[in-house]
C-alpha cells in the first residue's frame, strides 16, 4: 500500500501522475537551454545590489545624510532607535554603513508621508556647523499667500497633502512633510492643540501681567489716563480755537491775509482729527483688564521655533539678539533659534557657524531672490522661513516666534509669553511690548511709544483685539497656516496678520511684560523713514481689508 490508500489509485489517478512527471522534466530541460543561451551580464557594482540603499532614498526625499566619523550633538535627530513613521523600519548601526551619494539640491518628485515628531530629548554632541547654517537655500520667494487681499486658506493646488497636486512646486508643497500635523484631521502630535501641559506646569506669579511696569504711584497715575486724556483733547481744541483766532486778529491788524498760516492750519487739523477721534474711541471703550502674570515651568513643553529677521542691520547688532536668543530659559532640545537673513551677510554667516559649534540649535538661512519676482519685504522673508524648518530634522515647530534684529529678548519670554496660549486653544497670538533702551532722556520726538504700549494696547486687549507689535510674539502654526501664512502685499504685515486671525475666530493677547528691549532710529532721517512706512503700511493694511466699509 502506498500514500493514496483510502482513495483508490486507479489507471486514471497513474496516468495522471505520470504526465506530471513529464511536464515537470520537460520545464526543466527549457530552463537548463535558456540558461545556456542567456548572455553574461557584467557585475553589478556592490551599492546597486544593496536594498538599504534604496530604503534609504524611500526613508527621506533628500537623499542619505553625509557619512560622518562620529554623532555629534543635536537636539533634532532622533534616536539610533527611533521609529520612523510609515516607514517600519528602525535606523540601525548597519544602515548607517551603507554606501552613501550625493544628495542632490532639489528633489522633483516625492510622495507625501507622515509628519515626524520632535525628539524628546538629545542625541550626541556638538554638530558640524555645515549641518546647522544654510546659506543660498534654493526655492524661489513666493509663498502660501498670493496677496494680502484674499485672506484666504492657502489654495487648494498649492496645498501640503493636497490631493490635487502633491509635488514641490513651490517651498510651501516641499512642507508637506511636517505641516500635515496642523491641519485638520490629522493624528500626528505635531499640533500645538493636542499638546497638554500639566496643570502645575503653568504657575501664575501676579494677578496683574503689567506689575513690573506699573508700580506704586505709577499705577495711580495710570487709573486716571481716561480723565487725562479727555483733558488734553479739551486743551488742544482751546489752543487750536486761540491760534484761528490770532491769526484773524493779525489780519485784521495787518489788513491782508496770510495764505500760508491757514494752510499750516488746516494741515494740523487733519492730522489731529484721526488722533483725537481715535483716543476718544479708546477712552470711552476702555474697560477693566483681567490678564495675569503667567510662567511655563518645567522641561515638558512645546517645541517652538524662533526667528530672528535681519536685512543690512550691523553683525554686531544682530549677533547681540542672537546671543540672547540662544541663552534663553528654555530646553535646548524644544526650540531653535533661525536667523532669517534678506542681506546675505557673509559675516554675519560666519559668527552664526562659529556660534552654532556652541549652539547646535542655532541655524542660518538666507533666501534666495529671483530677480524680477517680487520678494514682500520682511513677509516674505518670515513665510520662507516658515516653509525652510519643514526640511529641518524634527520638522517644524508646534509655535513660532519672531524677534526683530535689534530686539533683546529677556532670558524668561518663552516661558512668559506662551502660557497665555497654551491656556487658551483658541489663542493664535500673543506678543509683548516693544521697549526701547537707547531713547533720548526727553524724548523729543516720542520714539518711546508710551502711550501706544502703555495705554492703547492694554485697552486693545481688554477689548480683545490686541495687534500684534510686531516683534517679540509668540503665534500658533495652525493659526497661521489657516490664514496662509503672513500676508504678503503690505508693509505691516504684523497688522495685518493679528487682523486676519481675529477674522477667523482665533484671539491674540497682549502680554504687558518688559521682555525686550531694542533700539530706536539715532536720527531724524531714519526715524521719519521708520514712521512713514508704519503709517503707510497701516493704512494701506486698512484699505485692503476694507476697514472703512459697512457691513
Known amino acids: 500500500m502506498n500514500g493514496y490508500r483510502g482513495y483508490g489509485e486507479g489507471d486514471q489517478d497513474r496516468e495522471y501522475r505520470?504526465?506530471?512527471?513529464?511536464?515537470?522534466?520537460?520545464?526543466?530541460?527549457?530552463?537548463?537551454?535558456?540558461?545556456?543561451?542567456?548572455?553574461?551580464?557584467?557585475?553589478?557594482?556592490?551599492?546597486?545590489q544593496d536594498q538599504q540603499f534604496y530604503q534609504q532614498d524611500l526613508a527621506s526625499p533628500y537623499g542619505?545624510?553625509?557619512?560622518?566619523?562620529?554623532?555629534?550633538?543635536?537636539?533634532?535627530?532622533?534616536?539610533?532607535?527611533?521609529?520612523?513613521?510609515?516607514?517600519?523600519?528602525?535606523?540601525?548601526?548597519?544602515?548607517?554603513?551603507?554606501?552613501?551619494?550625493?544628495?542632490?539640491?532639489h528633489i522633483e518628485d516625492y510622495a507625501p508621508a507622515p509628519a515626524p515628531e520632535w525628539p524628546l530629548s538629545p542625541a550626541g554632541g556638538s554638530p558640524q556647523p555645515g549641518?546647522?547654517?544654510?546659506?543660498?537655500?534654493?526655492?524661489?520667494s513666493r509663498s502660501a499667500t498670493p496677496s494680502l487681499r484674499s485672506g484666504q486658506a492657502t489654495p487648494g493646488h498649492r496645498h501640503p497633502n493636497s490631493s490635487v497636486d502633491w509635488r514641490p512646486s513651490?517651498?510651501?508643497?516641499?512642507?508637506?512633510?511636517?505641516?500635515?500635523?496642523?491641519?485638520?484631521?490629522?493624528?500626528?502630535r505635531n499640533s500645538s492643540k493636542d499638546f497638554s501641559v500639566d496643570e502645575n506646569a503653568i504657575q501664575q506669579v501676579h494677578k496683574r501681567d503689567d506689575s513690573d511696569i506699573w508700580k506704586g504711584w505709577k499705577r495711580w497715575v495710570f487709573k486716571l489716563v481716561p480723565v487725562l486724556t479727555f483733558a488734553n483733547t479739551g486743551l488742544y481744541m482751546a489752543y487750536l480755537a486761540l491760534r484761528v483766532a490770532c491769526v484773524i486778529w493779525a489780519q485784521n491788524a495787518a489788513e491782508e491775509v496770510y495764505a500760508a498760516a491757514w494752510v499750516f492750519i488746516a494741515v494740523e487739523i487733519a492730522v489731529a482729527i484721526p488722533s483725537l477721534m481715535h483716543n476718544t474711541w479708546t477712552m470711552w471703550s476702555m474697560k477693566k483688564r483681567q490678564r495675569p502674570k503667567l510662567r511655563l515651568t518645567?522641561?515638558?513643553?512645546?517645541?517652538?521655533?524662533?526667528?530672528i529677521t535681519c536685512c543690512g542691520e550691523d553683525d554686531d547688532l544682530v549677533?547681540?539678539?542672537?546671543?540672547?536668543?540662544?541663552?534663553?530659559?528654555?530646553?535646548?532640545?524644544?526650540?531653535?533659534?533661525?536667523?532669517l537673513d534678506d542681506g546675505k551677510s557673509a559675516g554675519l554667516e560666519a559668527q552664526c557657524a562659529k556660534l552654532a559649534l556652541t549652539y547646535p540649535n542655532l541655524y542660518y538661512m538666507a533666501r534666495v531672490k529671483i530677480p524680477g519676482q517680487?520678494?514682500?519685504?520682511?513677509?516674505?522673508?518670515?513665510?520662507?522661513?516658515?516653509?525652510?524648518?519643514?526640511?529641518?530634522?524634527?520638522?517644524?515647530?508646534?509655535?513660532?516666534?519672531?524677534?526683530?534684529?535689534?530686539?533683546?529678548?529677556?532670558?524668561?519670554?518663552?516661558?512668559?509669553?506662551?502660557?497665555?496660549?497654551?491656556?487658551?486653544?483658541?489663542?493664535?497670538?500673543?506678543?509683548?511690548?516693544?521697549?526701547?533702551?537707547?531713547?533720548?532722556?526727553?524724548?523729543?520726538?516720542?520714539?518711546?511709544?508710551?502711550?501706544?504700549?502703555?495705554?492703547i494696547e492694554p485697552i486693545k486687549d481688554a477689548l480683545g483685539v490686541a495687534w500684534c507689535t510686531g516683534s517679540?510674539?509668540?503665534?500658533?502654526?495652525?493659526?497661521?497656516?489657516?490664514?496662509?501664512?503672513?500676508p504678503l502685499g503690505s508693509l505691516a504685515e504684523d497688522v495685518a496678520t493679528s487682523t486676519l486671525m481675529l477674522g477667523k475666530g482665533w484671539k491674540t493677547a497682549y502680554v504687558h511684560e518688559p521682555l525686550q528691549f531694542g533700539t530706536v532710529p539715532e536720527d531724524y532721517g531714519s526715524h521719519l523713514k521708520q514712521r512713514t512706512r508704519w503709517a503707510i503700511g497701516t493704512v494701506d493694511t486698512s484699505f485692503k481689508l476694507n476697514f472703512l466699509s459697512v457691513g
Open 18 to 48: 505520470e504526465m506530471v512527471e513529464i511536464d515537470v522534466q520537460r520545464q526543466q530541460d527549457q530552463t537548463q537551454q535558456q540558461q545556456q543561451q542567456r548572455p553574461q551580464l557584467p557585475p553589478q557594482p556592490p551599492q546597486l
Open 64 to 105: 542619505p545624510p553625509e557619512p560622518q566619523q562620529y554623532t555629534p550633538y543635536s537636539p533634532y535627530q532622533a534616536h539610533d532607535d527611533f521609529q520612523q513613521q510609515g516607514q517600519g523600519r528602525s535606523i540601525t548601526e548597519q544602515s548607517r554603513q551603507t554606501p552613501m551619494r550625493p544628495s542632490p539640491a
Open 131 to 140: 549641518q546647522h547654517y544654510f546659506n543660498e537655500t534654493p526655492g524661489d
Open 170 to 188: 513651490s517651498l510651501m508643497n516641499q512642507s508637506h512633510l511636517s505641516l500635515a500635523a496642523l491641519l485638520p484631521g490629522s493624528t500626528a
Open 298 to 307: 518645567g522641561n515638558d513643553v512645546p517645541t517652538v521655533d524662533a526667528f
Open 319 to 339: 549677533m547681540d539678539t542672537v546671543r540672547a536668543a540662544c541663552d534663553l530659559d528654555y530646553p535646548r532640545d524644544r526650540f531653535r533659534v533661525v536667523i
Open 374 to 455: 517680487p520678494h514682500h519685504f520682511k513677509a516674505g522673508n518670515l513665510n520662507y522661513g516658515l516653509d525652510q524648518v519643514h526640511l529641518l530634522p524634527g520638522g517644524a515647530g508646534q509655535f513660532m516666534a519672531a524677534l526683530d534684529a535689534d530686539m533683546i529678548p529677556e532670558r524668561d519670554w518663552l516661558r512668559a509669553v506662551l502660557p497665555h496660549l497654551l491656556v487658551d486653544p483658541k489663542m493664535a497670538l500673543a506678543c509683548p511690548p516693544q521697549l526701547f533702551y537707547n531713547t533720548p532722556r526727553s524724548d523729543p520726538l516720542a520714539q518711546s511709544l508710551d502711550f501706544f504700549v502703555h495705554v
Open 472 to 486: 517679540g510674539y509668540v503665534a500658533r502654526r495652525e493659526a497661521l497656516d489657516q490664514i496662509g501664512n503672513f
